[in-house]
Nanobody, 118 residues
């Protein structure tokens, strides 16, 4: 059983930064998704095992950076220049491909709340 545990969420003012972490052992493709109230879960970013390949949603390009430390079995999401519309529950996921669809990911964390105030 794969367990994913997110941390690092919180309340931040617009323009601020947060760094999310996800503890995940040995999974090849890792992704971050988010879900705002009343909205569908949406793709944020994904990274391959070697970190050679990454993908980002257009809405976060240039502001968010996904990275991983395989020695520590941890994936990170550095979020800068946060906007109120970034407010959501953020989920870490482990998948089979470097995909953008939630159906391409088999294991999910419990989520961590990110709230950006204006």
């Amino acid at each position: 059983q794969v367990q994913l545990v997110e941390s690092g969420g919180g309340l931040v003012q617009a323009g601020g930064s947060l760094r999310l972490s996800c503890a995940a052992s040995g999974r090849t493709f890792m992704g971050w998704f988010r879900q705002a109230p009343g909205k569908e879960r949406e793709f944020v970013a994904a990274i391959s095992l070697s970190s050679a390949f990454t993908r980002y949603a257009d809405s976060v390009k240039g502001r968010f950076t996904i990275s991983r430390d395989n020695a520590k079995n941890t994936v990170f999401l550095q979020m800068n220049s946060l906007k109120p519309e970034d407010t959501a529950i953020y989920y870490c996921a482990a998948g089979r491909v470097l995909g953008t669809g939630w159906g391409q990911y088999d294991y999910w964390g419990q989520g961590t709340q990110v709230t950006v105030s204006s």
